[in-house]
């Protein structure tokens, strides 16, 4: 888009999966699905209304990243509209990448 800048550091990769995420320090585990990632974080679009600035535990597996599993710690940095399917948006940062399970 002209006069649009881009703020990205990293390429972004269009994936529909679903994954796992809760809020930090909380027990319970959420569904939501990812529509894209890359190597600075993902946008996720979940059901449950959240604010800029939370913590999310991530667990994301897809086969379209072929089979692997990724767990992650990542901040909410931008809220996008709401989808007509009622789901939220959330730019999430990643601040953590995990090689063991954390999520669950």
Not at 51 to 68: A, K
Not at 88 to 99: D, I, K, M, P, V
Request: hydrophobic letters at 40%.
């Amino acid at each position: 888009m002209p006069g649009c800048v881009e703020k990205r550091q990293f390429a972004r990769t269009e994936i529909n999966a679903v994954i796992q995420y809760k809020i930090a320090d909380a027990e319970v585990l959420h569904e939501g699905v990812m529509g894209n990632i890359g190597g600075g974080g993902i946008l996720l679009w979940a059901e449950q209304e959240l604010p800029v600035g939370t913590t999310l535990y991530l667990f994301i597996h897809s086969d379209e990243l072929m089979e692997i599993e990724l767990e992650a710690t990542a901040t909410i940095v931008r809220v996008d509209p709401v989808k007509e399917d009622g789901r939220f948006g959330y730019g999430c940062r990643f601040e953590a990448l995990y090689n063991n399970p954390h999520v669950g």
